[in-house]
C-alpha cells in the first residue's frame, strides 16, 4: 500500500522543466508577497539528538535541567534530564530586540556563558550586543541588566554604551562593555561578569550598580601583560578572561585566558594564580572543587586540596567514546563544563555537541548532530520549514527538500515523499521513507515521476514505486570518472539539478568548480569549469575552459541553453553549443543596475527561474532582494527592500523584508515560489497580472 501512494504522489508531481509552459500574461512589476508555510520559529520542546547546535558555548545545570548557549544560532536552551530541548530565548536570528518581551521572540548576538540565580531566572553575556541579559524564572520576559535601558521581560541587566569601558559605580544599563564571554551569580543575587577585551570581571549589585572587582585594564582586547598576584584584584593584570565562577564563600575563579592560567580572588579582594591550567571554562561543582575545559581537550577537575584529576577527555580533538568511560573519550575543544548535584555532568564543545557524563563515568550525546528544525506532517499550521530545493507540479503541489527530507504541499497539508528526518547515508534500494539524506539540495522532477535529488557527494533518484537508489557518485570526496559510468564517478558538494528535454542530467558539482552530464545511460562527463577557480573567466571562450568558482544551482532554458549560477564569480553565466557568455552580473558583490542591463548590475546570484515568457528571475540573496531580467536583459528588482528580517506579509513585495532567500521557481500562472532562507518560510509572490 505504501509503495502504490508514493508511485502515485510522485506520479502526480510530474515532470516540471521539461513540459511546455501555458502561455500566460507578462507580469506586471508588481506583485504581493503571502506565506504558505512556516512563521519563522523553531518547534519545540524535540529531542536533543535530533538537533543541529552550531558552537555552544557555555552550560549550567541544576537538578537535572541544563541550560545551554547554542551560540551562534543565536539561541539560549533548556535540556531536561530525558534530553527533551525547549527553547529559553532568541529567535535564531543575530541582532538585538525584545527586551520587556517575550525571551523567544527577543533577537540575540552570540550568547555565551549562562548562569542561573536563587529563583531560576537565567542570565547569559550577549557578547556582540556588548551587553548581559536576563530571563525571568518564569521565562516570561527578558531585560538587559548591563547595557541597556532595561525592562520587565527579557532585560538588559549590563552594557549598552558600546563596546569599551566604562560606568563603574552607576547604572549598569548605562556602562560599557567590551564582548562579555561569562556570566556568575552569588547567593546574594550580584552578578560578576568576564568583561572579557575589557580585561576585568565586574560586578553588578541586586540594586544595579556596576563596578569593577579585578582587572585594571588597559582596555586593548589584547593588551594585559601578566601581574599583581598578591596584591589587590582591581590593581591586577588580565587578559581576555573569559569565565567566572563564584563560590558560596564569594571567592572568585577567573579563567584568564590570555594570560594561560586560572587566578582566584578571595573575599578580601586579593588576587593570586590558583593554576596555571590553560582554561577557557570554569565552574565549581557542588563541593566546592574547580572545574575547568582545558585547552587540552580535557575536563579536569581542581580540588580545594590534593592533586588536580582529568575527569574527561582523553587529549583527541575529535570527539568520541560514547557508551564508555568518560576519560577515554574524545572532548573535542570543550567550551564549558557544569556539574549537577547528583554527580553528573555536562560538557558544551566547538564541535557542535553537548555531552553528558553520567554518575558512574559514562559519557554520551544528548545534543547536537541533528537537522536545525524537525520536519513534521500534517497542516501547515505551525510548521517550520527551511527550503533548500523547490520543485513545483502540473497540479499545483509543492515539492521541498526539506530538513534531511524531500516533503510534498498540496491543499495545505505536507507530507513525506523520502527521509526520515534524521541524517545519514542509509537506504538505499529500500523505501524512499526510510532512507536518510546527509544533507538534500537541488530536486529534480522526470517525466515518468521519478524524483532527483543531490545529496552531498552522491545523486539519489526515487523511483516511482517508491524505491530510492543512488544514481551517481559513489559516496568519496573527489573529481574523477568522466567519461564512465556516474555511480563510479566522484563529486565534491553537488549544489543544484536540471534536466533537459532529452533527459540529460545536469549537476552543480560545486566545490569541484565545474558542471556535469548524466545522460540517459548514465555515462556523467564535464560540460563547463576547468576546475581551476582562479584561472581567466573564459567569456567568449570554450565553457570547458572557464573559470567556475562553487557553482551552486544549474537551469536549463526554453532553448536548450545551461545556466550557471557562479556566485564566486558574481554572475550568471550561460552556455550555448559549448561556448560561455555573462548573461547578469558584473563581478561586484553589491545592490545596483536596476532598469539597465543585466550585465553591468551588480547582484549575488543564489538561484533563478523562467516564467513561461522566458523572463528570468533570480534570487539576488546576499542583498535581500528577487531580481527580474527580461528576455532583451534589463534588469528590475520585483521584491525585497535591502533589509534582512520579517515584516509581514499581504503587502507590495518591494515592500517586504527577506532573509537570504535560496531556492525559486515560477509557477505555470506566474506565480513566484521562493525558500525564505533564514527566515523559515516558503513564500509566493502573486503578480498583478
Known amino acids: 500500500m505504501r509503495s502504490r501512494w508514493i508511485a502515485g504522489a510522485l506520479a502526480t508531481v510530474g515532470l516540471l522543466t521539461v513540459l511546455a509552459p501555458v502561455a500566460q500574461a507578462r507580469p506586471s512589476g508588481l506583485g504581493i508577497v503571502t506565506t504558505l508555510a512556516g512563521d519563522g520559529y523553531a518547534r519545540y520542546p524535540r529531542p536533543g539528538v535530533t538537533m543541529k547546535l552550531l558552537n555552544p558555548e557555555g552550560v549550567v545545570v541544576r537538578n537535572g535541567s541544563a541550560v545551554v548557549a547554542d551560540t551562534f544560532n543565536h539561541r539560549i536552551l533548556r535540556m531536561s534530564s530525558t534530553g527533551q530541548v525547549d527553547l529559553v530565548a532568541g529567535t535564531g536570528d543575530g541582532g538585538f530586540s525584545g527586551d520587556g518581551g517575550d525571551p523567544q521572540a527577543a533577537r ?38 548591563a547595557g541597556g535601558a532595561g525592562g520587565s521581560i527579557v532585560t538588559t541587566i549590563a552594557g549598552g554604551a558600546g563596546g569599551g569601558f566604562g560606568g563603574d559605580g552607576g547604572p549598569a544599563t548605562a556602562a560599557g562593555l567590551a564582548s562579555p564571554n561569562g556570566v556568575a551569580v552569588d547567593q546574594a543575587g550580584n552578578v560578576f561578569i568576564a568583561d572579557t577585551f575589557d580585561n576585568r570581571i565586574r560586578k553588578v549589585s541586586p540594586q544595579g550598580v556596576i563596578s569593577t572587582v579585578a582587572g585594571s585594564g588597559p582596555t586593548g582586547p589584547f593588551d594585559g601583560a601578566y601581574a599583581g598576584d598578591g596584591g589587590p584584584a582591581t590593581n591586577a593584570r588580565l587578559n581576555q578572561p573569559t569565565s567566572v565562577a563564584v563560590a558560596g564563600d564569594s571567592t572568585l575563579y577567573i579563567a584568564d585566558t590570555g594570560h594561560g592560567r586560572i587566578r582566584r580572588v578571595t573575599p578580601a579582594g586579593v588576587i593570586t594564580t590558583y593554576s596555571t591550567v590553560a582554561a577557557g571554562a570554569v565552574s565549581l561543582d557542588p563541593s566546592g ?25 582523553n587529549g583527541s580533538s575529535t570527539s568520541s567514546g560514547d557508551g564508555g568511560p568518560a576519560t577515554a573519550a574524545g572532548v573535542a575543544s570543550p567550551t564549558g563544563v557544569a556539574m549537577d548535584t547528583d554527580g553528573s555532568m555536562f560538557i558544551t564543545q566547538a564541535d557542535s555537541h553537548v555531552r553528558k557524563v553520567a554518575i558512574s563515568g559514562t559519557i554520551s550525546t544528548p545534543a547536537g548532530g541533528g537537522t536545525a528544525i524537525p520536519a513534521v506532517d500534517g497542516p501547515v499550521a505551525g510548521i517550520a520549514v527551511q527550503t533548500t530545493g523547490i520543485a513545483l507540479a502540473p497540479d499545483g503541489a509543492i515539492v521541498i527538500a526539506d530538513h534531511y527530507r524531500i516533503r510534498r504541499l498540496a491543499n495545505g497539508v ?59 557518485g559513489t559516496g568519496a570526496y573527489g573529481f574523477s570518472g568522466d567519461g564512465g559510468p556516474a555511480t563510479q564517478a566522484t563529486f565534491r558538494s553537488l549544489g543544484g539539478l536540471a534536466l533537459d528535454g532529452a533527459g540529460n542530467l545536469y549537476v552543480a558539482d560545486t566545490s569541484n568548480e565545474r558542471v556535469r552530464r548524466i545522460n540517459p545511460d548514465g555515462i556523467v562527463t564535464t560540460v563547463a569549469g576547468s576546475g581551476d577557480r582562479s584561472g581567466p573567466l573564459g567569456d567568449g571562450g570554450p565553457a570547458l575552459m572557464a573559470s567556475l568558482y562553487e557553482p551552486d544551482h544549474v537551469g536549463i532554458d526554453a532553448a536548450g541553453a545551461l545556466y550557471i549560477a557562479d556566485p564566486g564569480n558574481v554572475r550568471l553565466r550561460k552556455v550555448a553549443n559549448g561556448t560561455i557568455t555573462t548573461v547578469a552580473g558584473n563581478g561586484q558583490d553589491s545592490y545596483s543596475g536596476d532598469g539597465g542591463p543585466a550585465t553591468a548590475a551588480g547582484l549575488h546570484v543564489s538561484d533563478f527561474a523562467w516564467d513561461a515568457a522566458g523572463v528570468l528571475y533570480v534570487l539576488d540573496s546576499h542583498h535581500q532582494r528577487i531580481r527580474r531580467i527580461t528576455p532583451d536583459g534589463l534588469i528590475s528588482t520585483v521584491a525585497g527592500t535591502g533589509v534582512i528580517g520579517f515584516n509581514g506579509d499581504n503587502q507590495l513585495a518591494t515592500a517586504t523584508q527577506l532573509t537570504f532567500p535560496n531556492s525559486i521557481r515560477v509557477g505555470r500562472d506566474g506565480s513566484v515560489y521562493f525558500g525564505d532562507g533564514y527566515g523559515l518560510r516558503l513564500r509566493k509572490i502573486t503578480f498583478n497580472g
Open 108 to 145: 540575540l548576538n552570540v550568547p555565551m556563558g549562562p548562569a542561573l540565580d536563587a529563583s531560576g531566572a537565567v542570565y547569559f553575556a550577549d557578547r556582540d550586543n556588548n551587553r548581559v541579559r536576563k530571563v525571568a524564572a518564569d521565562g516570561s520576559i527578558v531585560t538587559t541588566i
Open 414 to 472: 505536507f507530507s513525506t515523499l523520502a527521509g526520515t528526518g534524521v541524517g545519514g547515508t542509509g537506504g538505499d534500494g529500500g523505501p524512499a521513507t526510510q532512507a536518510q539524506f546527509s544533507g538534500p539540495s537541488g530536486i529534480v522532477l522526470a517525466p515518468d515521476g521519478s524524483l532527483y535529488v543531490a545529496d552531498a557527494n552522491v545523486i539519489r533518484k526515487v523511483y516511482p514505486d517508491g524505491t530510492i537508489r543512488r544514481y551517481a
Open 289 to 313: 572543587n574547580l572545574l575547568t575545559a582545558t585547552r587540552d581537550n580535557q575536563i579536569m577537575r581542581i580540588p580545594l586540596s590534593g592533586p588536580p584529576t582529568f575527569i574527561a577527555g
